[in-house]
């Protein structure tokens, strides 16, 4: 998409001993952004040559082949557009070095379900055929919060088994970004790596097996892995999860290097939008 840069300011001046990086959303900016997100939000579901291959070849329009892959569930398509949306800064502000870029959106089964494991994973690979200990893996797990914040408390667990961090703590956007993002860290990400191969065995995507066959489990030369966690919130509930974000939360999940926070203002009636144009403009 056009740079994201435009839309998003690094502000180092809030909260500056939270260890949290900060993106601003410039809400000056929110028609233009709406409709450059249009092309590459859709993209994330459908890429454009198969579209027009659908559109030449079907009794199907433009509008109802975009429209019948994007969700219209609430939850959905919010857990969507911060994974979309994340997906984008990783891959020019967060994570630029990145080449192997799998859009898991277009692998969904339906469009009423969430994507499957690891939020985004995207690779830097040098060379296929002869692995290096510079191949890296990135991770984002990512948590959108786009209405007002409860009062809700994480279930306290009596098992030993079952307690884990969160249990007893006031519910924070960012606090399950950072559990999760542990998650990809001790198993999920592992879990991902045979999906997307699976997934580019049924869509016949060679070139894309291809990349991420070098990093799957039984591959012996090692790799870097880079976890990091997201939490997209409304800009009028952050001051609420920064009082709720406990001192020791990045020191107890040291797996997880970044956690990136994106207030944006009016963040339902952006998402909302950013949907609604394009199955509206079918770009």
Avoid at 89 to 116: E, G, H, L, T, Y
Avoid at 186 to 197: C, D, H, M, Q
């Amino acid at each position: 998409m056009a740079a994201i840069s435009d839309y998003f300011n690094f502000d180092t001046s809030l909260y500056p001993a939270s260890g949290l990086c900060f993106y601003v959303f410039d809400n000056t900016k929110t028609a233009s952004f709406v409709q450059d997100c249009l092309v590459p939000f859709r993209e994330a579901y459908i890429a454009t040559d198969k579209l027009n291959h659908i559109v030449s070849h079907f009794p199907t329009t433009r509008k109802e082949a975009i429209s019948r892959r994007l969700p219209r569930n609430g939850n959905v398509m919010s857990g969507d557009f911060g994974e979309i949306l994340s997906f984008y800064m990783a891959c020019q502000i967060w994570s630029p070095s990145v080449n192997v870029i799998p859009m898991k959106w277009r692998f969904k089964d339906s469009k009423k379900d969430a994507s499957k494991y690891t939020d985004v994973i995207l690779f830097e690979l040098h060379d296929a055929g002869n692995p290096s200990v510079d191949d890296a893996m990135f991770t984002y797990e990512v948590k959108t919060c786009a209405t007002g914040l409860g009062d809700g408390i994480y279930k306290v667990h009596v098992k030993p088994s079952y307690k884990n961090y969160k249990d007893g703590k006031l519910e924070c956007t960012i606090i399950e970004a950072v559990f999760d993002a542990n998650k990809d860290a001790v198993e999920r990400a592992a879990e991902t790596i045979p999906y997307l191969l699976t997934r580019c065995e049924d869509e016949n995507l060679y070139d894309l097996h291809k990349q991420i066959y070098r990093f799957r489990e039984a591959e012996k030369t090692t790799y870097k892995k880079v976890y990091n966690a997201v939490a997209i919130v409304d800009s009028s509930t952050l001051a609420k999860q920064m009082s709720r974000m406990p001192g020791d939360l990045l020191t107890m999940h040291p797996n997880v290097k970044n956690v990136y926070c994106i207030p944006m203002d009016n963040l339902q009636n952006v998402y909302e939008s950013v949907y609604a144009e394009m199955r509206k403009q079918a770009k």
